[in-house]
């Protein structure tokens, strides 16, 4: 943790989860953090150094001591007060992969959501909040609206892990997802993958079609990731007209693609705080996830970012 002060403080909300990865190119599994560990791991490399971070975390009693330890290794942490141990297990996900885009995800453990009140005291002082639903149960509905309407500084959500049910057995499914646009109301910008963006408007031929419409709906930004073909942004362009603008990456050669997502939005959205314009962010986004893609787990992704350089504002 970097107790130096910085001008600005990005909030973090999202769920540390212990992974273990198998299945990829016959290798050995991998056990690591997961989760927004990711996020927190691309923030350390990129963000902006007038900026710190003030993790919101729920963390179970069984992997508190560990949490904690993951934590306070961060340079870009400054303030650790919003991390609260809970009497749950914690999170814990096996992800079995039987290709490059195919895995089953089987979850175990489980910490509670944040009740408005448990979360609002922990906004204040915050110059930004990034959202990231990893188990997809950080908060309901109701409080991110209350969040739209009490906070007034740039907002971004991954919204991935709302698209996941979970049956019996703890083995997570795809699903389209309920009051989609209103999710997409909540926050400044939203981030999807191409799947999740067809499952925001089920039934619908083009969803790109309907992710524009959505603006003049109210809807700030879309960003889609493509995965071996970059990433898209849905908004407003600079004659005023609702537009997709798609950044492409270059070859992609296998890797593990465990994090791709959580690295690339923390890094675009950093990025966007700190000023960078929206083009150069994204190509920054796409080539920190490209660093991401050929390490594995959390702790090889940190070995292998820090030639990344912070890039154009």
């Known amino acids: 943790m970097n107790e130096q002060p910085r001008s600005h403080k990005l909030g ?33 490399a990129t963000l902006d150094p007038g900026w710190g971070v003030v993790p919101i975390v729920k963390v179970g009693r069984d992997l508190a001591d560990e949490a904690m330890e993951f934590v306070d290794s961060l340079d870009c942490v400054v303030d650790t007060g919003a991390i609260r141990p809970v009497a749950e297990d914690n999170n814990r996900v096996e992800l079995a992969y039987s290709g490059p885009s195919r895995r089953v995800e089987t979850l175990s453990g489980g910490v509670p959501p944040w009740t408005w009140s448990e979360l609002e005291p922990q906004l204040a002082g ?46 997570r499914f795809h699903r389209p997802l309920d009051d989609a646009l209103e999710w997409c109301l909540a926050f400044d910008a939203v981030q999807v993958n191409e799947d999740e963006l067809r499952q925001l408007a089920p039934g619908i031929g083009d969803p790109w079609a309907w992710a524009v419409a959505s603006l003049d709906l109210g809807v700030g930004e879309i960003l889609v990731t493509l995965g071996g073909e970059g990433a898209a942004h849905v908004g407003y362009g600079g004659d005023g007209r609702a537009e997709v603008l798609r950044v492409p990456v270059g070859p992609v050669e ?32 796409n080539r920190v996830a490209g660093t991401n893609l050929q390490s594995r787990g959390v702790t090889g992704f940190r070995g292998g970012v820090g030639a990344v350089q912070r890039g154009p504002r």
């Open 254 to 285: 296998g890797g593990d693609p465990t994090g791709c997502g959580d690295v690339w939005g923390a890094t675009f959205f950093g990025s966007r705080l700190a000023g960078t314009n929206l083009l150069p962010a994204m190509e920054r986004a």
């Open 12 to 44: 973090v909300i999202g769920t540390l989860v212990w992974d273990r990865i198998c299945g990829l190119d016959a290798a050995e599994a991998v056990e690591d953090w997961g989760g927004l560990a990711y996020a927190l791991a691309a923030l350390e």
């Open 126 to 171: 915050l110059d930004g909040l990034y959202v990231n639903f990893i188990s997809g149960f950080e908060f309901p509905l109701d409080v991110a609206r209350r969040i739209r309407l009490a906070f007034d500084r740039p907002t971004y959500a991954d919204l991935h892990s709302l698209f996941l049910g979970v049956d019996g057995s703890g083995r």
